[in-house]
């Protein structure tokens, strides 16, 4: 998956909602076994339970912490985990930010 591709995704985001998305939905494939998925990736990394509300206000309603597949801090850390290998999954495709 192309980087360039997310960018443009992500900045349609901040034009049209004027405000950083939280969490984006994107399809991994697992690489043991070659099945996709639909997920939640959370760019916030502040989901911790030290605030009074259990949970984040997004554009797609109000999510919890088990709603989540994974953490990034940021656009960044998106970009990193789309490039690199590390992980027992790939992201296919950024289906939207929200």
Known sequence: MQTT???QKYDMFIKRCQSMPKVAKVVIEWKDDNMQHDYLISLDDNWVDDLPYPYRK???GNLTEEEIF???DNIQGLYDL???N???FKILDIIDFY
């Open 86 to 88: 590390a992980e027992d």
């Open 5 to 7: 591709i997310v960018q």
């Open 82 to 84: 789309i490039s690199s």
């Open 70 to 72: 994974y953490h990034v």
């Open 58 to 60: 997004t554009e797609i």
